[in-house]
């Protein structure tokens, strides 16, 4: 990256070409394409006699009504979900329109989703409306890089790039920081309505693989497993690895509580073969049962519920970030659609397969088990959105803090802007991988749904 200029240069807008050197058209729409995925919207602007705000818009919007009502007719919960979920998109952008205002930027667009515009109006000096393809929504800053270069003079000081340095980083994070904040009131909801979810340290048989090892000795749905072989096992991690701590033929006794009871069956122990010979798990040694731990509730008071939905933030946002590296590893993409990898911990899940689970949330929880997912949905996405790859909010954050180190270098006299065009073709690698991840776990969904 190069490019610097002092705090009083001011990047130009283009002159208009010439009819002799004059770009063809497919080119300007690829510039076009190219700055709108780096600025994460739509660039054009229209006038106000282009508004989509005459009776086309107002059946869009009817139409768009109506598919909220079809959700609800389909299914209460997904209709809940979905309705919280636009909610978080909306108060994303919200995050980055309300630090950008207020640091003295100019905002020229606020939509929800992306494509053809459905419906919209302005007020002032932006235009606010609902876009076609539900995938996201944007809010237009300009001036937010040097490609950027069709600003007026009049704006140039209202641009993003000419910012300070804080203020740029507060308005490019203002998106993760409003799911960070939906969070913390989401969860403070569910602990003072429900209590705070807590895993009992206590592991049961979920089924029993018929023909397998656990199903012949006589385990069933709902024992409790205490041991195995002597090892005391309280989760389904310990009872794997209690599990493959011995090999397959031995014998070993398995402690089990039945009905109050406890009982203790022998049972052989079998080596896996339900994969292929050149997965790991092949061979290993195998029990052939499905288990999990129970789910608690902590009741708090409203200061305690409080003060653990804004400490509960950071394990999440951990275990969000551990998500994020397993979901998005090309090996694991590739087993999961081939077939060769069950582990839904590093299964690529779209917005359509956490939609159907919030069904079974809510049958088995209610209000509250929805409002938690919402709460974790928004943790990882606002992780998520802070990866350090263009176009994700995370680039330009990174971008920003980059100006800023060659500046120091130069003793914070000359202000820096990086040549953010060096970057397109990496900004439209992790794009196409996106739709890549986009599609597969939307395969993934509709074909084993969660």
């Known amino acids: 990256m190069t ?40 660039a054009e602007e ?34 809940v979900f979905v309705v919280g979920l636009v909610i978080s998109i909306f108060l994303h952008e919200a995050g980055h329109f309300l630090t950008a205002k207020w640091t003295g930027m100019k905002v020229t667009q606020f939509f929800m989703f992306m494509g053809p515009r459905l419906w919209s109006f302005r007020r002032g000096e932006t235009e606010y409306g609902v876009r076609l393809v539900p995938l996201g929504a944007f809010v237009r800053i300009v001036g937010m890089h040097k490609m950027d270069a069709d600003v007026p003079e009049a704006d140039e000081e209202r641009t993003y790039r000419q910012k300070s340095f804080p203020r740029r980083l507060l308005v490019i994070s203002g998106g993760s920081l409003m799911h960070m904040i939906i969070a913390i009131c989401l969860l403070f909801v569910v602990y003072v309505g429900q209590g705070e979810r807590s895993i009992a340290p206590e592991v049961f048989i979920s089924n029993a693989e018929q023909g397998l090892p656990a199903e012949q000795a006589g385990l069933r749905v709902d024992d409790q497993v205490v041991s195995v072989g002597g090892i005391e096992v309280s989760s389904s991690v310990e009872l794997g690895e209690a599990v493959r701590s011995f090999a397959p033929g031995d014998v070993v006794d398995i402690v089990i509580v039945r009905d109050g009871t406890e009982q203790t069956v022998p049972v052989g122990l079998a080596a896996r073969t339900d994969v292929p010979e050149n997965d790991p798990a092949f061979g290993t040694t195998y029990l052939g049962v499905g288990s999990g731990s129970p789910v608690e509730f902590i009741q708090h008071s409203v200061p305690a519920a409080a003060l653990n939905a804004v400490t509960d933030i950071v394990p999440t946002a ?32 779209t917005l359509v397969g956490v939609t159907g689970l919030s069904d079974d949330v809510g049958d088995s929880e209610g209000i509250f088990g929805v409002l938690w997912l919402l709460a974790v949905l928004n943790v990882f996405v606002g992780v998520f959105n802070m990866f350090p790859l263009l ?7 990174l971008i920003a803090v980059y100006e800023r180190i060659r500046e120091g270098i130069r003793g914070g006299k000359q202000r820096y802007f990086a040549d953010v065009e060096r970057l397109m073709p990496f900004a439209m690698a992790v794009v196409v991988f996106l739709f890549m991840f986009m599609f597969a776990g939307l395969y993934l969904d509709i074909s084993d749904p969660l």
């Open 46 to 79: 229209v006038d106000d006699d282009e508004l989509a705000d005459g009776w086309r818009g107002k059946v869009a919007m009817l139409a768009l009504a109506g598919l909220f009502v079809w959700l609800y007719t389909l299914n209460v919960w997904w209709f």
């Open 318 to 349: 951990w275990e969000s970030t551990q998500g994020v590296f397993k979901a998005l590893n090309p090996v694991n993409l590739v087993t999961h659609v081939n077939g060769s990898n069950d582990d839904l911990a590093t299964r690529p899940v």
């Open 391 to 397: 176009p994700l909010d995370g680039g330009h954050a």
């Open 3 to 42: 490019d610097q200029l002092s705090p009083t240069d001011r990047v130009e807008p283009l002159p208009p070409p010439t009819p002799l050197t004059a770009p063809p058209v497919a080119a300007s729409r690829m510039d076009r394409i190219r700055s709108e995925i780096v600025a994460g919207g739509a």
